[in-house]
């Protein structure tokens, strides 16, 4: 992840929109010592530069991105898995015919009571000329990352409904007694970051209600303010009945307005629009929230830092009169 001074990146970057590959070297290197200008920069790296890496490597490409795709259900199951007790969480369900043929099969799959919710995972990461707008190549990303999900998650629904199937989970051939089920909720969820996805899903589904489609960010701050599995469906339950009635940038512009006003409209030809100033809660109370629990944990990385050496926080401040001051 780091450079030389002597670098030279981004010959080909022309607009705005252009892959810029600072972001995956955030770190200068010198003779004594490594520069980071951009310190959150780090952070995005660390999680974008693997998936380059193994992208330009033909012989392991394959295999890097069938783990990714596991890698990515299992890391949706540990969200969900704070949330949940004595629910069960099943990944990886093969819904099959009475004769055993298979219908679809569904990556991470919650039965509690009566009710039932589907999320379908996409590890597939959109390409550069859909970030920059190129309608072809955006369309198919979108129908790869999000469409075919929600095909995929809603195709057995009836026949659960109608008790006309059989839930496997794949690996361990256990059967799900999904007997009391009558409601049915289903979300799709990309792995990288996609802050367009609900303008675009808004769009794409302007004629039906609209799936619930977020990143796997959305769900790391959606189940730490919805708290239990009974909320969490309601709010996917609700929120896709007003998918075209209330109208946000974002899926947190959503959750905000859930939690301190509700889903509630009288007429169905009523409009809201979410301010951004509901999503820019997040900003401010679930990051304190990360720095007071991490605090300690970041002192104990820093604590070999020189104290009249600049803080690593990037504030400009020596350290001794910055992150080192408890």
């Given at each position: 992840m780091s450079i030389n001074l002597d670098t030279v990146l981004n010959q080909d970057f022309n607009d705005m929109g252009d892959l810029n590959f600072f972001r995956l070297y955030p770190v200068i290197k010198t003779e004594s010592r490594y520069i980071i200008p951009i310190p959150y920069l780090l952070a995005e790296a660390l999680y974008d530069n693997p998936f380059y890496w193994m992208k330009d490597d033909d012989s392991y490409k394959n295999i890097a991105f069938k783990n990714r795709g596991e890698s990515a259900v299992k890391i949706v199951k540990h969200f969900l898995s704070t949330i949940l007790t004595d629910e069960r969480i099943y990944e990886n369900v093969d819904v099959s015919e009475r004769k055993g043929k298979l219908i679809t099969d569904l990556d991470v799959c919650i039965v509690k009571d009566n009710k039932m919710l589907v999320v379908q995972v996409k590890s597939k990461r959109l390409t550069q000329l859909s970030k920059q707008g190129k309608i072809v190549n955006f369309e198919e990303d979108f129908k790869k990352a999000i469409v075919e999900a929600n095909n995929q998650a809603k195709r057995p629904i009836k026949s659960i409904l109608d008790r006309e199937c059989s839930l496997v989970v794949s690996e361990t051939g256990e059967r799900i007694d999904y007997s009391q089920i009558d409601d049915i909720q289903t979300m799709c969820l990309v792995l990288d970051s996609y802050p367009a996805v609900t303008t675009h899903t808004r769009m794409h589904f302007d004629k039906e209600l609209s799936p619930i489609a977020i990143s796997v960010f959305d769900l790391e701050v959606l189940v730490k303010y919805l708290k239990n599995f009974n909320t969490l469906f309601d709010y996917i339950k609700k929120r896709e009945l007003v998918s075209h009635n209330y109208i946000s940038e974002n899926e947190l512009g959503f959750l905000s307005f859930y939690l301190k006003e509700g889903f509630n409209f009288t007429q169905k030809e009523e409009i809201i629009f979410i301010d951004n100033s509901y999503s820019q809660y997040f900003d401010d109370d679930y990051y304190k929230f990360l720095v007071r629990?991490?605090?300690?944990?970041?002192?104990?990385?820093?604590?070999?830092?020189?104290?009249?050496?600049?803080?690593i926080c990037g504030s400009g401040k020596k350290a001794k009169r910055c992150c080192l001051i408890r």
């Open positions: 629990n991490d605090f300690d944990k970041y002192i104990s990385l820093i604590k070999n830092i020189g104290r009249n050496d600049f803080c």
